[in-house]
Every structure is written in C-alpha cells, then in structure tokens.
C-alpha cells in the first residue's frame, strides 16, 4: 500500500529519513525503512549511501528485515567493500547455525558479495557446505562454486575438487546444481563424468525440472566424445575396440562385427526418453536435441510430435522450436512431413513466426505435396501483410527450382503476380521469375517478352533492374523488343535509381555487341549520360564499358574479349534456405538461433572413431553386500531375488555399488521412514522382528539404492538427508546386489560394518567375458528371395528387459531390389515374450542392417519362431538358443562358490568325467573353451587344476555353478544348478567341446 | 546464466530491475528499444536479440515485455521457460500481472524473484515452494501485517524443497475435501473459403483444483485413453504407470494445477462446431463495401454453442463499417481496422447475423485479399474428441472426497479465410 510512494519520494530528504528509521529501534520503522529502500533499487535508483546503517541490521532476528538486507547487501557490497565485511562474520556464524534454512542463505549471500578480500573466506564454506548433510546446503554450495569462480578463476583446482566430490552426491537435489557448476568452471574435465555418468541418467528422471535441460546438455557433449557413432552404414569395418580387454586375436575379429551400441548410450537414449513427455518446454527441447545429435537416424523420428506439441506453447516457444525445426527439416523432411498442416500460417501469427513456418513449408516440400503446398502459399500471396506475401514468392522461386515438375507452373503463376498491385509482391515476384529463368531461358522468351511489357508499370527499382538484366542477358530470345526498351530507359535514364542505371548501361553495352545496328546510337546516348552522373558507381561504369566496347586507337585488348566477358553464361543461383548450414551449432543453444557463435559455446565434437575405453564409467564394489546373511526362503527367494536383480541390471554398472554395505542400511532404517514405502516396510519389520520377511522386491531394490555420500556415514543422518536419497529410483534402478531379502535382523546388523567384510557378493557383469563371433542363419536367402537374415548372440544384457536376451539381426539384401517394411508380424510361439526390433523401411540391394531384438527364452532351449515379413512376403522363421546362451555371467569370490556350491547338492548337482588332450591342461585354453561354450563369468580360483565358472540364468535369476578340476589325463566336471534340466545339458554340452582337441 | 531482468512496459519505460550478479546498467536495454520501434507491433519484438555484449531474450505477456540479460551461451528456452514461470507466480500472487500490480508488491516481487533465481540459474519455481517461503499478500494480511509487525517470509525451509514430492507440501488441511477436474478441449482449425477445413486438431487440457487433506494418491482413468496421441505431464504424475496402464497417478499439488495437456491424434476427423456464411465484397472503382456474415451451429452434439466472439481485422481501405448485427453488438475500430461482434448464444431456429456496408477509402483500389474470421467460442459440458474419464480413485486417506468432472469444449485458433 505504501509501495506506490517508494516509487514517486525519491528525494534526498527522503535518503535522510530512511537513515533515521534504519536506524530507529523500532522494528516496525526499520522494516518500512527497508522496503522502501528496496522499492528504491527497483526503480534503479542509487541507495548505495545508505550502506552503513542498512548493514548493521544484517544480524537483525526479523527473517523478513534480514532478507532485505541481504537483497541490499549484494547488490551494493561491490561498491563498497570496506564495510561489507562488517557483515561478513555475521554470515560465518550463520553457516553454523541448525536450521538448514539459514546455513544455506548465509552462504548464499556469502558467496554472493562480490568482495575478492574474503575468496579464502568463501572457498572454505564452500569446502565445508559441501559435505553439509542437508542437501538443500550442498546445493547452495554448487551455486556457490560458479560465483566464487566468476570472482576468482585462480580457485579453480580447489573448486574442482569441490565439484569432483558433489558429482559424487546421490542426491536429486543437488546434480542439477553441481553439474551448472562444472559446466562453468572445467567443462573439460570429462573424466570426472565417467564414474558418475551412469548414476546421472539414473537419477535424471527425478532431478528437478531445470537441472534436467543443463545436465542433459552436458551428456549430449560428453556421449559425442564417448561413444561412436551410431550413423554408421552397416557393414563399414570400422574399428570397434569394444572389448578391448580381450585378446588381440579376437578384437580382429570383431572388427567385422556389425555396429552394436554402447549399453551406456543406449541408457542413455532410454533415460532421457520420458522427459519428451515434460510440461517444461526447455527439456523437451533438451531431449530433442539429445536424441537429433546422439539417437541412431531411425530412432530420432519420436521427438517430432513433442515438437509439435510445443507449437501450442507461447510465441516466443514458439520462434526458438520453429527455427530448430528448420534446421531439422532441411536434413530430414520426412521426420516433419505427416505434420506439415501444424505449420501453416494463420492471420494472427507474428511476422517472424510465419517466416519461420513458411521456411519449414518450402523444406517439407516434395513431389508428393507440392500442390497442397502451393495452394497454402496462394492464399499467403494474398496476404496483407505484404513483406510476408514477398517471402512466400520467394518460398515458391525456391520449391521452383527444388522440385523441376512444378517449375513451370510456378512460373505461370508468378508472371500472374505480375498484375498485382502491390509493388513489393510484384518486385519480388520480378526477382525470382528472373532467377528461375536462369535456369532454362530458351524456352521462356514468351514470359520476357511479357516482362517488358509490364515494364512500364512496374516502379520498384529491384525489379526494374531485374527486368532489365534479363532482357540484356536473354536479347538474343527478343530480339525486337530489347532495342525498345533500350529506347524507351534512354528517355527516362536521369529518372531512375541507380540500381537501373547501373542495368541500363550492361543492358546498352550488350546490345551493342549483338546488335549494334539498331542500338549504336542509343547506347553512345545512354553512355554518355552515364558519364555525367552525380554517382560515381555509374561513371565508373560507363567509362568501364566504353573502353570495353568501343576501345580507343591505344587501349582495346580487352575490347576481343568483350563479348564473352558480358555474354559469358551466367550459372543459374542456388536458392537455397537460410537454415541450411545452422547444423553446425547444437540445436535448441543461443548459437544456433542467432546463428552465429555466442560466448561460452561449447562446440560439439564429432564422434570419436574408435569408442574410447568403456570400462572407464564401471564403478567397482568395493565392498559389495551381504547375500548369504540375508535370509532366503527356499520357495520364493530365488523368484525375488531374480527380479530385484533384474532392476538392478539394467542399471547397469550404478554408481550406487561403492558404499559399504554399513551406508546402505543405515540409509535404509532411517530414510524408510519418511517414504511411503519405507514405513510400509519398517512398520513390517519392527512388527515381526524374528521373522523372515519379504520386502517387495522393487521395494527393496530402491532401499538398497539409498545411498548416503561416504562422509555422512559416521553421524546418524538426519531426516532431511535421507528423504531425499530414498527418492523414487525408478524399478531400473542402480545396485547389483543379489539379494532383495532382508531379515530385520540384518538391518540392524548391518549397522556394524564388521559384517560387511565376510559378506559375499554376487554381482552380473556388464560386459561378457568374452563373445563369440559365431553367427547363425535364421533365413536362407534362397528362401528368403533375396533377404537374408543372420542372428547372432550378443551376450549383452537386454535393454529390453531383464529376463531377454538380447539377439542381433544382421539383414542383407542380395536381391536385386530394395526391400521395404522388414518386420516381424506374428509370434507364432507360445509363452516367449519377444520383443520386436522397430520395422526397417527399406533395404536397398547389396546393403545389409543389423537390428536388436529380445526374446524371453523362459531358461529352455526351445526355439523362438516368428513370422518375419517384408512389404510383400512373410516367411516362418525361428531362433534356436544354445544353453550357454540362457546365461548371463556373475562374478564371486572363491568361497562364495563353494558356499553356494554347498546348497547345490544332491539333484542339483550333475557331474561327468572327461577325457582330455594333455596340450588343453593348461588353464587358459580351458577357460576360452568354457567362455566360447558358454556365457559364463570366470571365478577367480587358487588352484592350478580347479576352474570355476559361476553365470544365473536370464529368466529365472537361477545360479548356475560350473567346476572343472583337472586330474592327470582327464577332468571331473561338475555343474551345479537347481534348474537340473539345464544343468543336464549344459553339462553335455560342456564335456563335447572339452574333450575336443584344442 | 540469466544475469539480469527488465521489466519493461508498452510505452518504452523499464519500471523494475533486478540483477543477480554484477549490475548491468540499464543501457543495455537500448538495443532493446530499437528492436521495439522497427517492430511494428510489440508481437514482433524477436525473443532474441544479440548486443555486443549481451544477448537480450524477451517475452511479451500482459502488455510488459521481460527481458532477461544474458551473458554466455544458454539454451534460449531455458530463459524463455523460466520468465513465463515468472510471470506465472505473478499471476499467482498478484491475481493480475500488470504494471500497477507488480509496483504496488514490489517487495514481494524483489524477494520471489531472489528465491527463484540463484546466481543466474534457477532455484525454486515450484508455486507451493515459494507460497511456503513467501506468503501471497491479500487484504488481511496486510493489515495484520502492518498492525503487529509479523512477516511475509517464512521461517522454515518448506518441506516441499526436500521432499519426494516438491510439488506438495505437507500437512494440508481441509474441513471440505474436494478435488475437481476440468477437461478442456481446444479445436484449432483453418477453414477455407469454401466452408472446407483445411487444418483441424484438438488440443486439450485437464486442469485440476485439488483440496484433500494428507497426502491422498489419486487415479483416474479413462475410457477412451486411446485418443490421447501425445501427452505432457505435471510432473506428479507417475510415467511409468500411464506407459504401462494408461492411467493417470499421482499425489497431486495443493490447489489448481494442470495436470495434463494432449493432444488427440489427427487420424480422428475433427467435428467442426460451428459454421460461417460469408460475404464479403469490395467493388472496384466503388467506394462502398457488402459485409454478411451468418453463423450457425454444426455437429454440436446437441450442446448450445456459447460465449461466440467473431472478431477480424479488415483491410486497410475500409473506413468505417455500418453494419447492423441480428444480435450482440458490435464495435469497429478504424485505427487498427479491427472489428469485433460479441455474439453471445447460437439458436439454432434463428441463426445470428452481421450485415451491413463498408465505406472506403475514395480512390484506393480494391483490397486484393478478404479478411480472415477469427471465431471463439465455448460449448460447456461437451469434449469434442470424445474422451470420457472413467473414474477417479483416491488411496492413502480415509476419507471420502467430493469429486466433479466438468467437460468443456472452445475455440482455439478458430480461423476462417475468407
């Protein structure tokens, strides 16, 4: 109410009141006081001079008084440094005090006076807020990181490692913050990224909404230096060093290996994918982006409808999508086509909106819509707002020259426009006829010819010129109208604008060279007048062209030339769209709307062209958590345990995996109480303390994600802290522990990390140990007429689901036509889930494509068939899996074998005797003979003779437990698992490839 | 990222500024007005400007222009996005955002604008966040305010912050527990000349006002879920169940929210509701022009159509309109040539219509092109596309709420070339 007088008293008296109240003891007064002073620097005004008396109220216990003193305290505490630091150890107590609240505003405005005195001051309550267990703190603390560098860039490696340890932090609130920080401060430093790139797409989902569009920015960069392009036509031998770790003589043959994504990108692609669903118009924009520069081609077509979705949002949306849409559309029409009607122009859009629609118009533009789309651009001609109807024409002088059919008809209906009574839109339409004309003069002499015509009614300089410029040009076409209208400008030649001047004297001196019978006089005439101009431009000019033309007796050895200097052939321009060459700045950045680079641009690098090593993002247990303290129920267990894992897989790798088992339940008891789920789950285990009970298993898997940062072990966490931390993990969430059991008994147990020591861990491994190249024909291309089809066992985890494996399809084309829509149609068997590789459109001959697809084998060898269709045919198809393929490898320690060897006994457990070659006894052989066999993981082991495989099954989560102990001229193989059909054969299948010869 | 924000009205004066790190002087803001005086209209304004040193991003809402200073790169949106949201909480707070609004709370608007943004980059945008930190002025409180000297700015950190739901804030109260939902459909459409359409879709929303005690987990679904072609959540809502199920679930926000935009697939053919005859003629060498126009209703579905506004902006030449509407009543500006008739209700047994003559400009040629018809209009209790809510559940709490669903259908950019 007051408010409207802070804006109209601004006088110095009033500066004096203002000191009194400020002063005053009454609160009330200083409050006023301060709005006031508030209002004043709204305004803009200068209030700098009240400084002294606003800072003594900084420790004021009015948190609204306090508050504007600290909106005063940063806006003036540059400009006098000395007394800001009264302030200063005000701020330092504050950042002890326990509300989280008030610790993190203290270091708020702490970080935000920009007082390079107290930068030692700052890096230290930065340091401290770091590891603050709020993580409200930790985020004011990743703000403060950007202002103490933009004060002092000598900080930066002390900063670093502040922003190396918050990257680390799990929590929601805090990645989007630090992430902005390290885009500021080290955007280079990308190996710190490594080992928290996994825990970031995880965690990206729930992050707030801003956070979100800076860190999927920054794993766009980060994916273009780490993984390799996914572009890649099928079939180049490109290196692939993915397996690097393997043996020199199989990465040879993987070398020929087709394009198999990253299982990092692919999270990726596949974590940033809902966020299109996004009401923030920013971050979908960011994941559009994402999936243009980083998706495989066929991939990126999910992002259109988002777009289109945002052209519903407000105008200025609106101009940023529409220009990133250009740029896309000028590279891939199709994405945009089946939406071309959401472009169209309405009356009521702003100028530089319909611009940009009508850019996208002319790029969708094809054989197949161009009548549609030259229909929408006759009612646009017609507009009233004539710039908007100029760039149509210029729209369709480019659709013209685009698509040859219509070229003609375009022509026809510019010369139409010509008897438009606007001038823009006739000028407009002269310039563009003019160009198209280039293109194939001979056969439009008519359309000139009506041009010159029109002459005298057209003003516009532009098009004058133009129409002159063609006529010189094309004299040879009308060779009875050029020398009149060379007449007739020879009459009004001191009228014109220099534009047609200019044109007037090329179009004489032309025709003075084809036809200097009839225009000799008139172009001596005209070039004399151009002697006298006032513009210098055109005396220039005509001196230029009478040495040309009529040489004198001593110059004149250009004069031979002369005719193919004027009348050489000109090319026909390129009309081509402003957004062409916008590509090369990311899309949805400040560079590529302004088309040029802005400050602080980070470019994006090209694929790297071998995939740098991927183990580099791997974050290794340290010590992982305890399985066989964890009750299993005999029944049941096995199934959860499975699905947890499942969870956890395809997560894979996490960042979650380094905390000591102590964290993990310590974050469990406490932050369960404040989820939902948690207290469901507490209530349960404080209910029956000395049952066994089942914790859901996503439950727990979210549970067992909570992680808490290292330093905030040792204290009990407060509430607050592990609120957060218990954040809804998506089911795809981070650990690998196998367990999904806890007996409550554990959880408290757990509070001891003695346990942790003697607890095995059970962990799948990312990476295979090692994949076989062996492909297997699903479709003779006989049978196929002409498509072949070769599948091939990836040994990845599915990306589609935990209980698929993941099967690679290579298609070759050795017909002699393209084939087109390969996909599957029917799952012809029952009771396996297969999940479908999304539909090929075309194959052209020659050229093959591998494609991804999963089938839920449910742990039996049984073929998976299917119904494999092109455009025109389908044919029965099926894959069969070998048993080694059911599996995916786990690792252990030696004596988690034998313990889980141990609950194997009895049926469980088949065993065989091999004979073998005495050159195969050395363990490495054995073990690739294994591997190859089998997609199993090698068990560390200390005895020469014994070699141990462990690996669970795909669907079920079973263990599977291979022992292979050497004895002299033979081996006593053992394979262990409670699926005993499985067990069976892969043990006959293991003693076949053992007892070969190596 | 965003270094500083102008606030600037129509007339060209800046009247609030507020800087996040180092002032910029105002000065800046002149690249800014040049941009503004070679636009025509102040909806040309381009939302980017680069300066030498800055780079200016604008938008335009409630006749002021934001404009945010920026000094690296940023993703354009990024700044576009956060200023709408700014003036969103203004909106929120103040009923209005207008100049006289923001000036009378310029104290509040200093202490929103330092809670949303820290050092350029955003904090804390969620509405129910800031009404905890910061409480909305109204009339008692004010007067409580300046009588007993308490505050506006709260003293805890809102749990909302923290929580696995930032949207929600705890510990909400109601005696009448109540949660309604309205399903808005918008149609934008072009019609032709002819009375064909030539582009139609259907836009809608579903905007909630949730007041529930607790912590309630609602569900709604859909009969006809189908139709939804493209969605964009609040972010309560859960992704993976509507993936899976294509149900709506989620804890919701305190208050009035929007819950869900869609947008129904264009297969559907979109049910145009109303009709225009038209005609309108300009005579060469006349100095007079014929204006008719009927509208009528069509595939309504039986619904009345209501609230119709026609509005156009007729060409230049067009002097004045002397027209003669069979209800509502109509206004022509000669300034801006535009001419607005507020119809009211469609009878279908008499349909409305505007006739009358254009007087021209004498001696100017005839316009080259018709005006375009721009049509609003609302039809209560009626979903164009067809989509019906199931049900709607709510778990967690033990009481019953009171729940409502209202469907409406408008226009949304309704034009019919002519």
Same mark, same amino acid.
């Given at each position: ?5 802070? +804006? ?69 505490? /540059? ?24 610790? !993190? ?70 990645? @989007? ?33 801003? @956070? ?16 390799? %392009? ?11 060093? +993915? ?116 850019? &996208? ?105 133009? &129409?002159?410029?063609?006529? @010189? ?157 964890? !009750? ?81 072990? /040792? ?42 020591? %003697? ?80 539909? &090929? ?81 050395? %363990? ?17 082991? @200390? ?38 059909? &499985? ?16 | ?19 996040? *790190? ?36 604008? $938008? ?45 709370? $310029? ?75 309205? $399903? ?8 032709? *000349? ?81 009709? $225009? ?20 209703? *069509? ?88 989509? *019906? ?30």
């Amino acid at each position: 109410l007051h408010s409207q007088q802070y +804006f109209w008293q601004i006088t110095l008296r009033m500066n004096e009141d203002l000191k009194e109240m400020l002063e005053s003891s009454k609160e009330s007064l200083k409050l006023e006081a301060m709005k006031r002073v508030v209002g004043l620097i709204a305004k803009g005004k200068n209030a700098s001079e009240l400084f002294p008396a606003v800072v003594k109220n900084v420790a004021n216990k009015n948190l609204e008084l306090k508050k504007l003193v600290y909106v005063y305290l940063v806006r003036y505490a /540059e400009e006098q440094q000395d007394l800001a630091l009264l302030s200063i150890s005000t701020f330092q107590r504050a950042l002890k005090d326990p509300n989280q609240l008030i610790r !993190a505003s203290a270091l708020r405005v702490l970080s935000s006076i920009r007082v390079p005195i107290i930068v030692p001051i700052m890096m230290l309550a930065i340091k401290e807020a770091a590891s603050d267990l709020s993580p409200y703190v930790r985020k004011t603390a990743a703000h403060a990181i950007q202002k103490l560098y933009s004060l002092d860039a000598d900080q930066k490696d002390h900063l670093i490692e502040v922003i190396e340890k918050l990257l680390k932090d799990k929590s929601t609130l805090v990645a @989007g913050s630090v992430v902005m920080a390290f885009e500021e401060v080290c955007p280079d430093r990308i190996d710190l990224i490594h080992r928290n790139y996994r825990k970031l797409c995880n965690l990206l989902m729930d992050v707030e909404e801003w @956070g979100q569009v800076v860190i999927i920015s920054m794993l766009t960069r980060y994916a273009r230096t780490q993984f390799i %392009s996914p572009w890649k036509e099928v079939g180049s031998s490109d290196e692939k060093a +993915f397996y690097e770790s393997d043996e020199e003589k199989r990465k040879s043959a993987e070398e020929t290996k087709p394009y198999a994504m990253d299982p990092d990108h692919r999270l990726l692609l596949r974590s940033t994918k809902p966020l299109l669903q996004s009401r923030n118009t920013a971050v979908v924009m960011s994941v559009a982006q994402l999936y243009w520069h980083l998706a495989p081609k066929h991939e990126v077509n999910i992002i259109t409808k988002s777009l289109v979705r945002l052209l519903r949002s407000h105008r200025e949306v609106q101009y940023i999508v529409l220009q990133n849409i250009a740029t896309m559309s000028i590279q891939r029409k199709g994405m945009f086509e089946p939406f071309m009607k959401s472009f169209y122009v309405r009356s009521t859009d702003a100028t530089h909106i319909k611009t940009l629609k009508l850019e &996208i118009l002319t790029n969708l533009a094809n054989e197949a819509n161009i009548s549609t789309v030259l229909r929408e651009f006759q009612t646009y001609v017609k507009s009233q707002d004539k710039a908007f109807a100029a760039a149509t024409i210029q729209a369709i002088g480019r659709c013209a020259t685009n698509i040859s059919e219509i070229t003609d008809t375009c022509l026809n209906g510019l010369v139409l426009l010509l008897s438009n009574r606007d001038e823009t839109v006739v000028a407009e339409s002269v310039v563009v006829i003019r160009k198209l004309l280039q293109t194939q003069p001979s056969e439009h002499s008519d359309i000139i010819k009506h041009m010159a015509k029109l002459f005298d009614n057209i003003t516009v300089p532009m098009a004058r010129a133009s &129409i002159l410029w063609l006529i @010189g040009e094309y004299c040879e076409h009308v060779p009875k109208i050029a020398p009149d209208v060379l007449r007739k400008m020879a009459k009004t030649f001191h009228n014109e604008e220099d534009i047609v001047k200019l044109q007037t004297v090329s179009l004489a001196a032309k025709l003075y060279l084809t036809n200097s019978k009839q225009t000799k006089l008139l172009t001596q005439y005209i070039l004399n007048l151009g002697k006298y101009d006032q513009n210098y431009d055109i005396r220039d000019r005509t001196r230029f062209i009478r040495q040309l033309i009529v040489p004198s007796e001593r110059g004149g050895a250009l004069s031979k030339y002369a005719r193919r200097i004027l009348l050489a052939p000109k090319p026909a321009p390129v009309l081509q769209s402003a957004f062409k060459d916008r590509d090369r700045f990311q899309l949805g950045t400040l560079s590529h709307t302004l088309n040029s680079k802005a400050t602080g641009y980070l470019e994006l690098s090209d694929w790297p062209p071998m995939a740098p090593d991927q183990s580099v993002r791997n974050v290794e247990v340290a010590e992982a958590v305890s399985r066989s303290t964890l !009750a299993f129920d005999s029944d049941e267990g096995p199934k959860n345990g499975h699905s947890c894992e499942a969870g956890s897989r395809s997560g894979s790798g996490s960042g979650s995996s380094e905390e000591s088992s102590s964290e993990a339940s310590e974050s469990d008891s406490e932050s369960s109480s404040d989820s939902d789920s948690g207290t469901e789950q507490k209530k349960q285990s404080e209910a029956k303390p000395a049952q066994k009970v089942h914790v859901k298993p996503f439950l727990s898997c979210k549970l067992w994600c909570s992680v808490l940062a290292p330093s905030q072990v /040792e204290e009990k966490p407060k509430k607050e802290v592990s609120l957060l931390d218990l954040d809804d993990f998506s089911p795809a969430a981070v650990t690998m522990t196998k367990s999904s059991i806890l007996s409550p008994s554990v959880l408290s147990d757990l509070h001891g990390l003695s346990l942790a020591a %003697s607890s095995p861990a059970i962990q799948v491994c990312v990476s295979p140990v090692f994949v076989p190249v062996h492909t297997y024909e699903l479709l003779h291309r006989m049978t196929g007429k002409g498509l072949a089809a070769q599948y091939h066992f990836s040994r990845q985890p599915c990306i589609y689901d935990d209980r698929m494996i993941s099967v690679q399809l290579t298609f070759s084309n050795n017909g002699d036509h393209t084939l087109e829509n390969i996909h599957i149609s029917e799952k012809t068997s029952a009771g396996q889930n297969i999940h479908c590789f999304s539909p &090929i459109e075309c194959l052209e001959p020659e050229k093959s494509v591998t494609v991804s697809m999963g089938v839920d084998f449910n742990d039996s060898t049984q073929a998976a068939s299917f119904q494999l269709c092109t455009k025109a045919e389908g044919f029965n198809v099926s894959i069969q899996p070998a048993v080694g393929e059911l599996l995916l490898p786990v690792t252990m320690s030696e004596q988690d074998f034998s313990k889980e060897q141990g609950k194997l006994q009895g049926m469980n457990e088949s065993s065989a005797t091999i004979a073998m070659t005495p050159e195969s006894i050395t %363990s490495q052989p054995l073990h690739r003979k294994v591997v190859n066999m089998a997609n199993v993981g090698v068990v560390p082991s @200390g005895q020469n003779n014994v070699h141990r495989f462990a690996a669970k099954l795909v669907s079920s989560g079973a263990l599977v437990l291979v022992c292979v102990v050497q004895k002299d001229s033979g081996a006593q193989l053992t394979v262990n698992t409670e699926k005993t059909i &499985i067990g069976s054969m892969l043990l006959r299948e293991l003693q076949t490839v053992l007892s070969q010869g190596s | 990222m965003i270094h500083s924000l102008f606030l600037v009205n129509a007339t060209g004066d800046i009247f609030l500024e507020k800087h996040w *790190k180092s002032a910029v002087s105002r000065s800046v803001c002149d690249y800014f007005f040049e941009a503004q005086e070679r636009a025509t209209e102040p909806e040309n304004v381009p939302p980017v400007i680069p300066t030498p040193h800055h780079y200016l991003i604008s $938008v335009f809402r409630h006749r002021i222009f934001f404009v945010a200073v920026i000094q690296s790169e940023v993703p354009p949106l990024f700044v576009i996005e956060f200023l709408h949201r700014v003036v969103d909480t203004f909106q929120d707070y103040f009923g209005v955002c207008t100049e006289a609004a923001i000036k009378d709370n $310029v104290v509040v608007v200093y202490e929103l604008l330092e809670e949303m943004l820290d050092n350029g980059f955003p904090l804390a945008t969620e509405s129910n966040i800031l009404k905890e930190l910061i409480k909305p002025p109204t009339i008692l409180r004010t007067v409580v305010n300046t009588i007993t000297g308490s505050t506006n700015v709260g003293e805890q950190l809102p749990t909302g912050q923290l929580s696995v739901v930032p949207w929600r804030r705890t510990g909400v109260k109601y005696t009448n527990n109540e949660a309604y939902f309205d $399903v808005v459909e918008e149609i934008d459409a072009i019609i032709d *000349k002819s009375g064909s359409t030539v582009t139609a879709e259907i836009q809608g929303v579903i905007d909630a006002c949730v007041k529930l005690t607790g912590m309630p987990d609602l569900t709604l679904s859909f009969m006809n879920p189908r139709l939804l072609d493209d969605v964009s959540f609040h972010p309560c809502v859960r992704f993976k169940r509507w993936e899976a199920e294509r149900i709506l679930s989620f804890i919701p926000p305190d208050g009035n929210f929007r819950l869900l935009s869609y947008h129904v697939s264009s297969q559907n053919l979109v049910a145009i509701p109303v009709y $225009v005859k038209h005609n309108i003629t300009f005579r060469e060498g006349s100095s007079q022009g014929r204006f008719d126009l009927t509208l009528g209703p *069509k595939q309504t579905m039986g619904k009345v159509v209501e609230s119709v506004l026609v509005s156009s902006r007729l060409p230049r030449v067009v002097l004045n309109a002397n027209l003669s509407p069979s209800q509502g009543t109509y206004t022509f500006d000669p300034v801006t040539k535009l001419l607005t008739w507020d119809v009211g209700k469609i009878n279908p047994q008499k349909l409305p219509s505007l006739k009358g003559s254009m007087s021209l400009q004498a001696g100017a040629s005839k316009p080259d092109e018709n005006p375009t018809i721009n049509i609003q209009f609302k039809i209560p209790q009626m979903a164009v596309s067809g989509l *019906k809510v199931n049900r709607l559940d709510m778990y967690g709490e033990k009481y019953k709420p009171f729940k409502g669903i209202k469907y409406m259908t408008m226009a949304g950019k309704f034009q019919v070339r002519t």
